[in-house]
């Protein structure tokens, strides 16, 4: 039987299993292709990201309030996202390429920081009651990144707006389960 422990730890993988599978769909695409990959790389990875900062983060901040893991992540983040607001506007491919590898480069690292790092001694620490809540969260990622029709991010343009818009949701719906 898995706990909910194994669900998040497992839910949380899989994420990042899938956004490396979706940085590589925008390497391997053609020029012509390139925009659409890189629209489903940033829409997944922008509602995923903002349950990070809604639901996973917060609870480091205050868990580990004598070490900045949490803090590091947080960071890595808001890095990673003043690169994709440079390639968002980005004209030249080889430009775009270049950068795109180094990002893809520091989202690997980052995942798996998270994992190995941050993900462990957060399982570890927090109570089953908080686990549940942190992966109901989690599993909205999913249908909120895939269906552009009904997602909350519908109609967010960049990957900063994204965030924002799935933060508020997140919210939202972390007061509709109290």
Same mark, same amino acid.
């Given at each position: +039987?898995? $706990?909910?422990? /194994?669900? @998040?730890?497992?839910?949380?993988?899989?994420?990042?299993?899938?956004?490396?599978?979706?940085?590589?769909?925008?390497? +391997?695409? $053609?020029?012509? /292709?390139? @925009?659409?990959?890189?629209?489903a790389f940033r829409r997944y990875l922008a509602v995923h990201e903002a349950a990070e900062q809604s639901l996973l983060h917060p609870q480091g901040l205050v868990t580990f309030d004598d070490d900045n893991i949490s803090q590091r992540r947080i960071t890595e983040e808001q890095d990673a996202a003043a690169v994709i607001a440079s390639l968002e506007t980005m004209r030249s491919a080889s430009d775009f390429k270049m950068q795109f590898g180094l990002l893809q480069e520091a989202i690997i690292r980052h995942a798996e920081a998270e994992e190995h790092e941050e993900l462990p001694r957060l399982v570890a620490a927090l109570p089953e009651e908080t686990i549940e809540k942190v992966l109901e969260g989690f599993a909205l990622v999913e249908p909120w990144a895939d269906d552009v029709a009904a997602s909350p991010i519908r109609g967010a343009s960049t990957f900063e707006a994204m965030v924002s818009q799935a933060t508020v949701a997140f919210a939202a719906s972390e007061k509709e389960t109290r």
């Open positions: +039987m898995t $706990t909910p422990t /194994d669900e @998040l730890v497992s839910l949380i993988t899989g994420q990042h299993g899938r956004i490396k599978t979706l940085m590589t769909d925008v390497t +391997m695409a $053609t020029d012509a /292709d390139r @925009l659409a990959a890189f629209d």
